[in-house]
């Protein structure tokens, strides 16, 4: 009899950026995901399956970019990107030789090699397909595909209850177009939780849960971060400062005072009920967590492992190991991908161990059949750890045979496991501190009221045209689409680590100066529909969306009394 569950939480998720160029920042973003990640990732899973492994894991793929990874033009071009990396290996393998550096000409094989097997396997096993190859396994049960919000919004910063509505609504609309069915579990962006909340007195009315948004799309489940589970201080609390406590974020963005109970210690190891019994929260297992993580002690940063920060000037490849934490990038000694394969057996082994001891060591403590919940990026794996899905796939071949530990996916484990105890989550996220600061600061403050503007006027669009159609409804749906594209996350994210601050501005200003010329039209009931149709073609994301999900919802649904 086993005594408790783990599933893998592998959250999948890249910026839009179809058709945005390539290199350093636009469409190649995709092509390196495809290629490190999620090719690798599908290989790994479908050998697992064909081999008769009865594994399980939850794999969450955004809206956005199932829709990117699904675009005809996206899927062209990985196969030109895949082709480059192969013949540049192939030709720097052949120079190397040349010059008699047989040992870097032997890595250029290497990765030749490999190029080519993603190569042919993207072509002749997927069929040139990266989406449908998820569902398969989906429809094989050995993963459970989750969702998120349509463009990655950062939903506790999104002051209309309309764009939640369609920013969740568009999700699951989106899943259902690709996976044949309804999701079961749903990844909050940035792990953003909003609780329910009174607005200011005098207005009357209530602000619902993110929970409450998953409910109405029949969501059996979201993930939550560890400190928002097991305790800790809650965003805006135990403060009387006109700022919250987090310095630059409005009090605005943080919960009124009063909201909370004192934290009550509760456990990853089992799923709660948020606030009523119709959506189940998930906690990230920290332990877990940390051993990957970890910069110190995680398993990416062993030296036998690439090095990726390093890259040949000429060829562009990877032909450096770790080395070492504190050696210079000059002084990085060459990879040895066997001797790296050695290591990430070791890993995966003692990964296993340490999930077997947890799942034990809970259930005696509780005899409850508990839940490991380890979350990641799926972009780590492969792209950042070159070696990290081989370490996946091996963790999951090991604990399928494991007679302590049952291999689960998050929705699955609630319904076999339901939640016997309530919790009232605190506002909170996995950014920096815990809250809401790596999208809303000094740097980035200027987005949210151009957010708020446009989500208002949409609104306004909606009313005044209850049953559009034509023309003028195309140009509604397209507003919708542009304004769900300014709403992702990803471009205050890119503003504040500096990682892609002017493609991240320009991106933004671009999405909001055309959703603005389409409201234009709108109000004028003067629609260009070649320039509607040329803004759709730009876009290519949610044929299906339609413009009423982003109708008034304080107004209509939300009103209570505030005492």
Known sequence: MRKGAFTFVLHSHLPYCRRAGRWPHGEEWLHEGAADTYLPLLIALHDLAEEGCHYRLTVGLTPVLCEQLADAHVLENLEIYLRERMERAHWHAGHLEQEGDLARSELARFWDKHYAFLLDTFINRFGRQIVPPFRRLQDLELIEVSTGAATHGYLPLLERDSAIHAQVAVGVQTYRRHFGQSPGSFWLPECAYRPTYATDAGKGYVKPGLHEFLAEQRILCFFAETHAIEGGLPVGKATGDAMGPYGDVPRRYLVPLGQYPEPTLKTTYLPYWVSDPRVAAIGRNNRTGLQVWSAEHGYPGDYHYREFHKKDGASGLHYWKVTGARVDLGDKELYNPARAQERMHDHSRHFANLVEDLVRDFYGRSRLFGIVSAAYDTELFGHWWFEGVDWLREVLRILSRSEDV????????????????????????????????????????????????????????????????????????????????????????????????????????????????????????????????QYFDLDRVFPDLDYHDFADRERVDQRASVT
Do not use: C, K
């Open 406 to 533: 049952e291999l689960t996916t998050a929705s699955r484990h609630v319904r076999e496991h339901p939640p016997e105890d309530v919790l009232a989550l605190p506002e909170s996220s996995w950014g920096q501190a815990g809250n809401h600061f790596t999208w809303m600061n000094t740097d980035t403050e200027w987005v949210w009221p151009l957010i708020g503007e446009a989500q208002l006027r949409m609104e306004r669009l909606v009313a005044r045209y209850p049953q559009a159609s034509g023309p003028l409804a195309d140009a509604l749906n397209q507003a919708g689409r542009e304004l769900l594209l300014i709403e992702s996350s990803d471009w205050p994210f890119l503003i504040t680590t500096w990682q892609a601050r002017d493609y991240a501005t320009n991106r933004f200003q671009d999405h909001l100066e055309r959703f603005h010329r389409l409201a234009d039209m709108a109000e004028y009931n003067q629609v260009d529909e070649g320039l509607v149709a």
